[in-house]
């Protein structure tokens, strides 16, 4: 029966469409086919990097072919494929070998016309108008300020006070008191709401500052485009004569070198400017994985400031002024129980909030504490499964390597118990909110530089031997099932 024949069976019987594919898949396939490899390739690739990033490098992507391994992609030009080989080849990889079940090379061709003579001539042909591709590559970033964003929004507790203070010290003397400022702390915890604030707060003190704001993978993408159309100059005119730049999610920049590159030379360039920078990041400079050290130590010049988990008297406070702002009266037994039990950050505090509120007053009474547990059943029950402790990743890593829990904090140095140490370390550093020298203490009062060696020579690891990652990936799948 010819390829063609089986393939008309398959679908007339309705077949899944996964079967469908990896029967192409394992028979060679037509354009045709291909195009429906790309689609399930696609859709891996889309839980393995951000949408924005998706929708700028891989959405214009079109399936070229697949043949005994080999995966053929067309291009639009030659940044794309550059751009995808240096940031995304890896995940590109992972995704289509996911859908395709074996090793993959992914090769591309440039779908790029020659300009034909009816081109050249008169550029009015471009069907989209000049204006606009302007005003789609030159955005009024302080517009992005969020209007709630204020420093009389937010809530200081012990948690983030230090944080506030700083923040607050910039806004009133931008690039006199500490530059860069450099805030860092877990998803959630209010680093963009200070870095709105501070912004904010400049403006109001001086209408006419310029004052620029975007996340790191908003920086890479403009950079890109500038790179693309020919506009270098006016990007770095852009970025280099702001007066106060934000950036939020440095830890975006990781692996980007050209990025790190243009942006070290936008953070000297503003600097020896005396103009203010404000860094935020999930992790201290020194922490943040593949940034080249000559950016970290600039991101130490001035002051970092960590923002910790709030306790339970601020998460109560954060209730009561969120449930003031949005005119609903609950009681404080009701925000008591919310306070103790969503705990994991300021985010989904608020979400709890908001779905209490919105109950109470579509139901127009007044709502009991059974009631709350019901609504936040879905809250409470991912509290109780991101409880992961030190303890318990030792437990796991020694499960997986075997090895006696009590190598986890010995002196002892030999390989089979040095590498599941340090892989714990690792885990407890990506897993849990505590310290490096928290860290330390719990694996028998190491210090901290020793836990941020464990963790980049674990990254390393990972990043060169696949059958070390899968180990890892192992136990953090684990981990992460009984949280």
């Known amino acids: ?207 006419s500052a310029k004052v620029v704001y975007v996340t790191s993978e908003q920086f890479t993408n403009e950079f890109i485009d500038a790179i693309q159309h020919g506009e270098l100059v006016k990007f770095r005119r852009r970025f280099r004569h702001a007066e106060v730049l934000l950036i939020d999610d440095v830890q975006f920049f990781s692996g980007k070198d050209r990025s790190q590159e243009e942006f070290f030379h936008t953070f000297n360039a503003l600097f020896d400017g005396n103009k203010q920078i404000v860094l935020s990041s999930d992790a201290p400079p020194s922490d943040v994985s593949n940034l080249e050290q000559r950016l970290v130590s600039r991101f130490e010049w001035g002051l970092t400031a960590e923002l910790q988990p709030p306790d339970i008297e601020t998460r109560l406070a954060i209730l009561r002024a969120k449930a003031q702002k949005i005119k609903v009266r609950l009681g404080d037994s009701v925000l008591l129980f919310i306070a103790e039990r969503v705990k994991a950050n300021i985010r989904r505090l608020e979400g709890a909030l908001n779905r209490v509120a919105a109950w109470a007053t579509l139901n127009d009474r007044k709502i009991t504490q059974e009631q709350v547990e019901h609504l936040l059943k879905d809250f409470i029950q991912q509290e109780a499964r991101q409880v992961i402790t030190i303890e318990g990743i030792q437990k796991r890593v020694a499960e997986r390597f075997d090895i006696r829990m009590t190598d986890m904090t010995s002196k002892r140095r030999p390989a089979n118990i040095a590498v599941p140490r340090m892989v714990a370390m690792y885990l407890s550093r990506r897993l849990t909110a505590k310290s490096l020298q928290e860290i330390g203490d719990a694996f028998g009062g190491r210090d901290h530089g020793t836990v941020l060696h464990a963790c980049k020579t674990v990254e390393g690891r990972i990043n060169s031997d696949e059958k070390f990652r899968q180990s890892v990936d192992y136990v953090t799948t684990k981990l992460e099932g009984v949280k």
């Open 1 to 207: 029966m010819t390829i063609f024949l089986k393939l008309v069976f398959l679908l007339v019987c309705r077949i899944p469409e996964d079967l469908i594919a990896q029967h192409m898949i394992n028979n060679g396939t037509t354009s045709m086919d291909s195009e429906l490899l790309w689609n399930k390739v696609c859709h891996e690739l889309q839980n393995l990097i951000s949408p924005d990033a998706y929708q700028r490098w891989f959405s214009p992507i079109t399936a070229c072919g697949y043949e005994s391994g080999r995966l053929t992609l067309g291009v639009d030009n030659s940044i794309y494929q550059y751009w995808i080989e240096e940031n995304y080849l890896g995940q590109l990889k992972q995704a289509a070998e996911l859908v395709i079940g074996q090793n993959v090379d992914v090769v591309f061709e440039s779908t790029e016309s020659s300009p034909s003579p009816k081109e050249d001539s008169p550029k009015t042909e471009n069907p989209i108008p000049v204006a606009d591709v302007q005003s789609t590559r030159h955005k009024d970033y302080r517009a992005k300020l969020k209007a709630n964003y204020e420093f009389r929004s937010f809530v200081v507790g012990v948690n983030n006070q230090f944080a506030h203070a700083a923040a607050l010290a910039v806004s009133e003397s931008p690039s006199k008191v500490y530059n860069p400022l450099f805030i860092h702390g877990a998803v959630g915890l209010g680093k963009t709401h200070l870095m709105h604030a501070v912004g904010h707060h400049i403006i109001q003190r001086k209408p």
